[in-house]
């Protein structure tokens, strides 16, 4: 059974950073690309970055490139997420995901909050 385990959301001042991380089991890890969502109350998940298997090629959505980084570790089974320059707008709680089309990745996992607010 897949599971996913995001971790490092915190409330922080805008201009400032945070590093979430994403624990990965229950499928091999590093055969899937894989992805980070956002969502804030009222509104669909929304793709944020995403990389593929052997960290070959990362891309990012407009309103976070250049300020985020998405990476990860095969070997320990976690994804990353470095965010610098928060913005009060990046407030959201965050998921990490593999592709949204293959069955595994139905279920979200517990997510992580992060709150950008001076």
């Known amino acids: 059974q897949v599971q996913l385990v995001e971790s490092g959301g915190a409330l922080a001042q805008p201009g400032g950073s945070l590093r979430l991380s994403c624990v990965a089991s229950g499928f091999t890890f590093s055969t899937h690309d894989m992805r980070w969502y956002r969502q804030v109350p009222g509104k669909e998940h929304e793709l944020v970055a995403s990389?593929?298997?052997?960290?070959?090629?990362?891309n990012y959505i407009a309103s976070v490139k250049g300020r985020f980084t998405i990476s990860r570790d095969n070997d320990k089974n976690t994804l990353y997420l470095q965010m610098d320059d928060l913005k009060v707008e990046d407030t959201a709680i965050y998921y990490c995901?593999?592709?949204?089309?293959?069955?595994?990745?139905?279920?979200w996992g517990q997510g992580t909050q992060v709150t950008v607010s001076a």
């Open positions: 990389i593929t298997s052997t960290s070959s090629r990362a």
């Open positions: 995901s593999g592709p949204r089309y293959l069955p595994i990745f139905a279920t």
